[in-house]
């Protein structure tokens, strides 16, 4: 006996298909879909398979991904693999996609900002297709169980993909999968707060809504500039003053809340509850999707904050306690056995299990994925090595809770 038990009162549906594991965006690209297989061996070994009803998702089809994306992207991303790319790049519907040259990286991209070549952050790979529709027919089975009322909380870890627009693919992120969710849940309810604590901007959620006042959309972030060579943290998007259009009544239904590396749990912790819960008494939502890219946390790949898995977890239990129906979805997360533990720990929260710290690693495939010093020394909530400087000051953390303030 694992110990692990249903919530009482309420349902969780778990929505995932493993085929999204097996795809490769290029050897040394950061996201790595593998990430997910770490998830499911943890959350499979502890046992929370016992807690939810699991759904294996079917692809989404092409018509309901055209509910928001351009229809010759859709068309182009159900048929384009690494030996179509180049003729589907000749025919004439898809030429006009193709941007101007890009002089920063020398990356050759074609249409939509998708390229053959491995340096581009939105390369195209073997069976992509497959994966992208996957992705997002898991999304979209989760949030029709909210929606028909069968779940109270729907679970996809290989969703989230925020930064994907109308007709571009952006950041990794070729469809997205959470505007589509959201469309749907507008059907149903009068009003959708959207959380974002990948520690990239969610600008793709908050452009698609811009002009929606039933949708409200609340990004946390890093922002600003590296040190080193002084670029833009990526998109660059998000400052405070970004408040999407007001409409005419003055009121507005974008939040940015714009953070400096290195943050800590517990300003972390501040300026997520705070903010959040001004968000929720001003605007009263019918339902929240809460995107959990685990990039956020400290020892992420390319993420600068300092967050242990306890303080992410946190932002998924504060959501939780507002006990309006939950869309829980992934996103970044370039660690990969961080992400696992995170998400795995998240899947906890949602049906109200508390986890032991040590991983039963009798019980899983690979447990030296999770075994070892600088790899967590077997544990769930490993103490991450302080890595990045904290340029947070509480007062500058004060003055923008105060500013979001309306
Ligand atoms: N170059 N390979 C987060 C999306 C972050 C834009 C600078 C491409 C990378 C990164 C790709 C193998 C989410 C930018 C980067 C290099 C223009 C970004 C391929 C390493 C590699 O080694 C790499 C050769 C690649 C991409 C690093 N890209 C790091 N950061 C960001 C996009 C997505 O977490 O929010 C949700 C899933 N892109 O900074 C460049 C400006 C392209
Ligand atoms: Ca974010
Ligand atoms: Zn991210």
């Not at 992705?135 to 729907?154: K, P």
């Not at 604590?197 to 590296?226: C, K, N, W």
């Not at 998240?346 to 710290?357: G, Q, V």
Request: negative net charge; proline residues 6%; glycine residues 8%.
């Amino acid at each position: 006996d694992n110990g692990i038990a249903r919530p009482k009162g309420y349902k969780v549906s778990y929505h995932y298909n493993s085929t999204v594991e097996d795809m490769h965006f290029g050897r040394t690209h950061p996201m790595k879909p593998w990430r997910l297989t770490l998830a499911k061996h943890l959350i499979l070994g502890y046992g929370l398979q016992y807690a939810m009803d699991t759904h294996e998702a079917l692809p989404a089809s092409k018509e309901q991904v055209c509910a928001f994306h351009d229809p010759d992207y859709v068309d182009f991303l159900s048929e384009v693999a690494p030996e179509t790319f180049d003729r589907l790049c000749q025919n004439p519907k898809f030429a006009k996609a193709v941007p101007p040259p890009h002089d920063a990286d020398s990356v050759y991209l074609g249409p939509y900002n998708l390229s053959t070549s491995p340096g581009a952050d939105c390369p195209v790979f073997a069976d992509m297709s497959t994966y992208l529709f996957l992705y997002t027919g898991a999304t979209l089975a989760a949030s029709h169980q909210l929606t028909t009322g069968q779940s109270d909380i729907a679970v996809n870890w290989s969703g989230g993909l925020h930064h994907a627009h109308k007709s571009e693919a952006s950041g990794f992120c070729y469809i997205n999968d959470i505007v589509l969710s959201i469309l749907e849940m507008l059907k149903v309810w009068p009003r959708v707060l959207y959380i974002d604590i990948d520690v990239h901007h969610g600008d793709g959620v908050e452009e698609a809504f811009q002009r929606q006042p039933r949708v409200m959309t609340l990004s946390f972030h890093r922002f600003g500039t590296y040190d080193d060579t002084g670029h833009k943290f990526f998109p660059g998007t998000g400052d405070i003053t970004d408040i999407g259009l007001r409409s005419t009544h003055g009121e507005h239904f974008a939040l940015n809340v714009p953070i400096s590396s290195g943050i800590d749990d517990r300003q972390y912790n501040y300026l997520f509850t705070s903010v959040v819960g001004q968000a929720v008494k001003a605007f009263n939502p019918s339902a929240i999707v809460l995107q959990c890219g685990a990039d956020s946390l400290g020892g992420d790949r390319l993420g600068q904050f300092n967050i242990n898995i306890k303080q992410h977890g946190e932002c998924v239990r504060f959501v939780k306690s507002l006990n309006v129906p939950l869309l829980l979805l992934g996103g970044g997360g370039y660690t990969a056995r961080n992400v696992a533990r995170a998400w795995c720990h998240e899947t906890a929260l949602a049906t109200d299990n508390e986890l032991p710290d040590a991983i039963p690693l009798d019980f899983i495939p690979r447990p030296e994925a999770f075994q070892g010093r600088g790899h967590g020394d077997g544990k769930l909530f490993p103490a991450f090595v302080r890595s990045h400087p904290n340029y947070c000051s509480n007062s500058d953390l004060e003055n923008m809770v105060k500013k979001i303030d309306w």
